[in-house]
């Protein structure tokens, strides 16, 4: 009966130049407290008078790699390639030594003796999940084996590699690779979306690529929207309007997502247009969430339209869409970034508006942003005005309001 003592997960992210990409839920090895010589053979031995003097010539070597010669003989094992290969399963997967597995492997490859495609699998993700160098030539070398398999672990580490190198043609290769291995699989999603997260890590030429690979041309809303997404992120205004034009083309309707991405970008660059596109929305039959709304709340608080804003929160209030601690923040922080960040009257303006209205709730949160930009300007007649209105309110200040509050 195999009972196993541990299990080794991956960690949920894995940096690769302090940027975190790729979740992996899969265990990488599971270490077996049995002894490894009860293992059953999984394959066939492979024995021809050409493979003798191969192996008599990979014995005289094999003291190179210690302590193999020893387990040999531990387990009652002759060298022959069938216990060679479980030898590097062994160092693989039990006691977790990549370097000796590489040297065993090595060793087979210059004396010419076969090793399976699942032994080269194990020698990759061992190399790989030990950090070695020798890892980089593994992968390029395993995905050009006839035959060869990558499970999603290996994929990972095939990705991992792509962005490093920043290679979008291997990218592309490995993405038809594995579509052809997954396609009909109910991970190819997951697959799929690994693939956009490493595209993105590259470029945005890397996801026109991608995207182009997995949907062709016509695009779909769906794929028109993660290219949106992608420039929207990256600050590309004219690849947005690239893409808009397409839409437009092929008589693609914006849905809600399309709305959002493409009001959150223009709240930060352009406040007019986002308005503008805002109206589109409403004029087009879409219903705006809440995402769209704090976009619009926040061009409008940008260029100091205090009555707009109140006007828009009276109107959320009325059809049951509360605002968020977002929404509060789109409105108050855009004062204290956008205008008189010394004097803080603008800010005080739209809180004192808010406060009059009853729109702003009694939350210590909302009051340190406001205390944030007066606690800056030195103005102690504003400050203690603030604080009076906060201790009025009920509200119980924290850390963040006495460190605003003795700036």
Known sequence: MLRYNRILWRSPFTTIHNTNIFFSPLPLYVQATRPYSTTPPLRNDVKSPQLEPKLASLTKSLHTVAGSEQLLKKWNKSVTVANLQDLIYYYCRVSHEAAKAYKLYQLMKTNEVPVDLRTHGHVVKALGHANRPEADWMLNYVFKLPGFIADPTTLQMRLRQ???NKDKDSLITSFHYFQRLYKNNEDFKKITKWFYNAAMEIDHDAVVKLQTAIEGSPRTIESFNRLLQDASLKGHPDQLIQYMEQMR???IEYNTNTYNILLGFYAKNNPKECIALFTKMEESG?????????????SYASMGQISACIEILKWMQQNNTPPTDVTYYSLLDEQTRHDKLLTGSDAMDMFTALAKEGLLPPAASIYNLIFRVVGNSHDKAKVMA?????IKSNVTPDGVTYKYMFN
Do not use: E, S
């Open 249 to 251: 083309v092929q008589g």
């Open 286 to 298: 879409q219903q705006p969430d809440i995402v769209a709304i704090n976009a619009v709340l926040k």
């Open 386 to 390: 603030l604080w009076g209105h906060m």
């Open 162 to 164: 792509i962005v490093k």
